[in-house]
């Protein structure tokens, strides 16, 4: 009795150590909390040099701003003390950022950095579109690279947008035309004719022949310039087109196949079919793009400086350091979260599944393929293995090489499935990597293992009731702030510990029993 007493007494002393040690960093997370949550960030440097023999030289490139996907922040600007920098806002809200100098035969270097949040946007394309010619011309009209008017263009908009039904079927077509013409990584600019022509492009020729097809079909349509993020130094900048559409400007990307949909690391900086950057003609002139991708909690402002010096124990600093792979160390933060519920709904509401760590593992492997291609896998994988097993049984294997064949035979559907799906671009099949399916693998073994020892009926019931339990791990795991909060908390573990403990000592009745045997408790009443 005075040991339980003993050990009770060191659950509540480690319980309000835990909870002080969470108290000191409450208050400042709370004040920099950021309704944003970004999916990327990153840190972006503009570095020109340049070297000129003329008396007036001017550089011009156009910077990016806040919007509904994206955040500019921590904005800095180096120059030398003869350089004179102003920003100019231009027509269509594009900024452009200009330095000066009127100094002769000297060589001078610009850097202009920020740090861009951003995050993915879906947008739902109705089937038919509200237009208004009147409203909208000079997204309309033909120009010098954007050749609509074009009898070559115009017949061809024409042909793609027969036998369809609505707005939506016209704007697939052309996109779908222009995402098969081959890409190729030219620098020099291309405009519409010369794409169709040629039938070969970068982004910036994709991207003006699908404008030009459909200006000439009467729907407005603009170039957009930008740059995708990479962890990398770049020279290259990224053009793709918005429609508009029902008065939003939706993207869409031929280059990369992104049907409206933006990623989350594209940095949208201008509009318009201009250049990026222009400066004085006749000088000696170089750039690049010095790109830095930042480790960030999504609903947060801090930086990564901000949250090493917060109070009290994070595991920031192996996140900032990059000490483990950041998705490993969720994998293993997610762990015990994920078997405190599978203990929760064994020993209270009394489920009964195969194993408590089995069904976390299984919704670690859905968060990669996806819930509901994760679980048709799972029990296209049961069916598999049950057919698989019945020529091994027959020959009176034992259950370890069984084992081993079930799996040897699974890395070569892995193989056969993955190359199927690439070519022919089927996403969910190239997801099939070795850890969600070994995973998925075990848990069919396992299903087949029960139906030998316990029969198909009892090993059906423990199924269903590990699919339930995968099922609430899935929901709960999938939340895409949660392994953000335990790197924050880490002491959150020490608290899993102690429920579990209660948890350990629960010896009432379960949840389901109450449903079982309520007609009999109703006789009793």
């Avoid at 002769?104 to 237009?131: C, Q």
């Avoid at 064949?405 to 070795?434: C, H, N, P, Q, R």
């Avoid at 299903?447 to 030998?452: A, K, L, M, N």
Wanted: proline share 4%; glycine share 4%.
């Amino acid at each position: 009795m005075k040991s339980k007493t003993n050990l009770t007494i060191l659950l509540i002393l480690i319980t309000i150590i835990t909870m002080i040690s969470i108290g000191f960093k409450i208050k400042p997370i709370f004040d920099n909390y950021d309704d944003f949550n970004p999916e990327a960030v990153y840190k972006i440097k503009y570095t020109f040099f340049f070297k000129s023999d003329k008396p007036n030289t001017t550089i011009r490139t156009y910077i990016p701003k806040n919007n509904l996907r994206q955040t500019i922040s921590r904005e800095k600007i180096r120059n030398d003390t003869t350089m004179f920098f102003f920003k100019k806002e231009e027509q269509k809200d594009n900024i452009r950022a200009i330095w000066n100098t009127k100094n002769e035969t000297l060589s001078h270097s610009i850097e202009y950095e920020f740090v861009f949040s951003g995050k993915s946007k879906k947008f739902k394309i109705p089937k038919n579109f509200i237009r208004e010619k009147n409203k909208h011309k000079e997204y309309l009209t033909a120009s010098k690279n954007i050749q609509s008017d074009n009898l070559k263009i115009a017949d061809l908009a024409i042909q793609l947008r027969k036998n369809t039904k609505n707005d939506r079927e016209v704007i697939k077509n052309v996109f779908d035309y222009v995402y098969k013409i081959p890409s190729a990584p030219i620098i020099t600019l291309t405009d519409a004719i010369t794409t169709l022509e040629q039938n070969i492009a970068s982004c910036n020729g994709k991207s003006r022949l699908f404008v030009a097809l459909l200006r000439s079909l009467g729907y407005p349509s603009r170039i957009k310039g930008g740059i995708i993020l990479e962890n990398t130094d770049k020279r290259t900048s990224h053009a793709w087109a918005e429609v508009l559409i029902n008065e939003v400007w939706v993207p869409f990307d031929t280059l990369n196949n992104h049907f409206a949909y933006l990623p989350a690391k594209y940095l949208e900086i201008y509009h318009g079919d201009k250049s990026l950057i222009t400066h004085t003609k006749g000088i000696q002139f170089d750039y690049i793009y010095q790109i830095t991708q930042e480790n960030h909690i999504s609903f947060l402002k801090m930086n990564s400086e901000e949250l090493n010096a917060l109070s009290g124990f994070s595991l920031w600093n192996l996140v900032d350091k990059k000490t483990i792979p950041i998705k490993s160390l969720h994998l293993l933060l997610l762990l015990p979260i994920g078997g405190l519920l599978i203990a929760f709904l064994r020993n209270i509401v009394g489920l009964k599944t195969f194993g408590v760590f089995l069904p976390v593992l299984i919704a670690l492997s859905l968060l990669h393929t996806g819930f509901l291609s994760g679980i048709a896998v799972f029990v296209g994988l049961i069916i598999f293995m049950g057919l698989i097993s019945y020529p091994f049984d027959r020959l009176g294997l034992l259950y370890t090489p069984k084992l081993v064949i079930s799996l040897t035979i699974m890395v070569a559907v892995i193989f056969i499935a993955t190359s199927y799906g690439l070519k022919y671009d089927i996403e969910w099949l190239t997801k099939l990597t070795f850890f969600p399916i070994i995973i998925l693998t075990i848990a069919a073994e396992r299903f087949s293992s029960s139906t030998v020892e316990d029969g198909y009926l009892i090993a059906l019931h423990k199924l269903l009731q590990t699919i339930i339990a995968t099922t609430v791990s899935y929901f709960l795991l999938s939340l895409s702030w949660l392994p953000s909060i335990l790197i924050l908390f880490p002491e959150i573990i020490v608290l899993i510990i102690v429920i579990s403990v209660f948890l350990g000592r629960y010896i009432g009745i379960r949840w389901i029993e109450i449903f079982r045997f309520n007609p009999i408790l109703k006789l009793e009443r």
